[in-house]
């Protein structure tokens, strides 16, 4: 048995939670969410295990680094960080719909690094820019600030979706969601960038080149500090809050998938 043995019978785990919050929703059967609640929280188990079994296997190859080295390892990472932020919402935010939501995204993008290919998978030497204590700390506060940004996105959709069916009842809620996650997902977002100036400084003498990613990331937390500013300040609320919420996780995908795609500079091997 190995990690991506693990992950297989995980991305599975998150899909039957997915299918079971949506019965839940659809029939209003508590033992459905409370098997999604299970197979969630499983699969989280899982996915841990998977993710410390390639970290300590890594050592045992003389390699000895964090799972944070390339795109496979950061897909299967930030599908981590959206599932361990949906477990903390859930006590005090707990709706089936927020677990749909966040056990389907986290089955995409553990779906998606399965198609990587075997070389993915296999453990690599860091190359030298990643050689750095600033990576641990860049990666994980820039990636659960991406899965505070996920959450936000789903709470704004849903908040549109019920001013079209014209359901009420929840749109403080999925506000109060939203504006939470945002504010959390920006205090992170710039200790990241903040940490991967430091990293940058390190591994190649400045702290700013403006590369691709580099000038994504502070457009992504532009429109983030605008939705704050807007909140704060102007008392913004409704559909021009969700629609800034919506921009910016569109941002969010851009700065981490679209880069690579589709423009090249020093982060492209993630």
């Not at 960080?81 to 006590?91: A, E, G, Q, S």
């Not at 996920?150 to 908040?159: D, E, Q, R």
């Not at 937390?221 to 909140?231: D, K, V």
Request: glycine letters at 6%; one cysteine or more; a positive charge.
């Amino acid at each position: 048995m190995n990690d991506t043995y693990i992950l297989s019978v995980t991305t599975f785990i998150y899909f039957f939670s997915a299918f079971f919050y949506l019965i839940s929703l659809a029939f209003r059967k508590r033992f459905a969410d409370r098997s999604a609640t299970v197979l969630v929280c499983s699969g989280f188990a899982f996915h841990t295990i998977a993710v410390v079994f390639r970290w300590v296997m890594s050592y045992h190859l003389g390699i000895g680094h964090a799972p944070l080295s390339n795109f496979y390892e950061s897909l299967v990472f930030f599908s981590w960080t959206i599932v361990f932020v949906y477990l903390l919402l859930i006590r005090r935010y707990k709706h089936s719909l927020i677990g749909m939501f966040a056990s389907f995204l986290a089955f995409l993008l553990l779906a998606y690094a399965s198609l990587s290919g075997q070389v993915a998978y296999e453990i690599q030497p860091l190359i030298p820019a990643l050689q750095s204590n600033w990576l641990i700390s860049h990666v994980i506060s820039s990636f659960l600030a991406y899965a505070c940004f996920a959450i936000s996105f789903g709470a704004s959709v849903f908040y549109l979706i019920s001013l079209k069916i014209r359901v009420s009842a929840d749109r403080d809620f999925w506000e109060e969601v939203t504006y939470k996650m945002i504010s959390i997902g920006f205090v992170l977002l710039t200790l990241g960038i903040i940490t991967g100036a430091a990293w940058a400084d390190r591994a190649w003498g400045r702290y700013w080149e403006w590369d691709p990613k580099e000038t994504w990331s502070l457009i992504t937390w532009l429109i983030y500090g605008t939705f704050l500013h807007a909140r704060l300040i102007g008392r913004w609320k409704g559909v021009r809050m969700s629609l800034i919420s919506v921009l910016g996780f569109l941002a969010v995908i851009f700065t981490y998938l679209g880069v690579n795609y589709v423009l090249s500079g020093l982060h492209s091997y993630l």
